[in-house]
């Protein structure tokens, strides 16, 4: 089946850095979703994207779906402690379904 | 915030145990969907529900029973479980057509 390849899968930065991650897939997507989840919790959404080019932002955090459709890109920018868990891209396996599959997750610490 | 809500947070169970998960939501969606969630892997799609129409099994075992006996009630019927279905189990909700899903907190599952 579909594959979303997520990297790096977990990554160490200090507090005030910023972060970035990237989602690849080797089809192409027509929308990219992601998601971070706190340990013990369930999926949160963060950000939706739903054009190429699309730059979105949601606070500290800014999404870009990427021009080939095959990518996805996520910032953080100065992250703070509550910042971690780890997040996910996601996206329909197939044109006009509505269905999700997901990577396997960047986990992210954040040394105060 | 969650709209979605799962019952119980925390479960074991016996191989020959008949037990089920629950799942609310209150978001006026009118579909929802099942996930599994283990360690190391991918989240995986269960079931999908549309109007309280099963519309997708995504090849489970029969040992996993769902019932939607409404849009915004959803539950996972588990019998004569294995080990290896020890897992974060997620309920999500979303509209129909709509990719966007919302995830409750999970049920952690362990069969003992």
């Known amino acids: 089946g579909q594959q979303l390849n997520q990297s790096p899968q977990s990554m160490f930065i200090q507090e005030g850095e910023d972060v970035s991650m990237n989602c690849t897939s080797s089809?192409?997507?027509?929308?990219w979703l992601w998601y971070k989840q706190d340990p013990g919790e369930g999926p949160v959404l963060l950000i939706a994207?739903?054009?190429?080019?699309e730059l979105t932002s949601n606070g500290r955090l800014t999404a870009q779906f990427g021009i080939t459709r095959k990518d996805s890109f996520l910032n953080i920018s100065a992250s703070i402690p509550s910042d971690v868990g780890i997040y996910f891209c996601a996206g329909p396996p197939k044109a006009g379904s509505y269905q999700l599959t997901f990577g396997k997750g960047t986990k992210l610490s954040v040394i105060p | 915030e969650t709209g979605v809500t799962q019952t119980p947070r925390h479960l074991v169970m016996g191989m020959t145990n008949k037990k089920s998960l629950k799942c609310e939501q209150h978001?006026?969606?009118?579909?929802m969907y099942w996930y599994k969630q283990s360690a190391k892997k991918p989240l995986e799609l269960m079931f999908v529900y549309n109007f309280k129409e099963q519309t997708e099994n995504n090849s489970v075992p029969s040992r996993f029973s769902p019932e939607c006996p409404n849009s915004s009630h959803l539950f996972l019927h588990l019998h004569t479980l294995q080990p290896e279905d020890s897992a974060l189990y997620l309920c999500?909700?979303?509209?129909?057509?709509?990719?966007?899903?919302?995830f409750g907190p999970g049920t952690r599952l362990t069969v003992t």
């Open positions: 089809s192409i997507f027509n929308t």
């Open positions: 994207l739903y054009k190429a080019g």
């Open positions: 999500a909700s979303s509209l129909q057509g709509v990719r966007e899903q919302y």
């Open positions: 978001l006026g969606h009118n579909a």
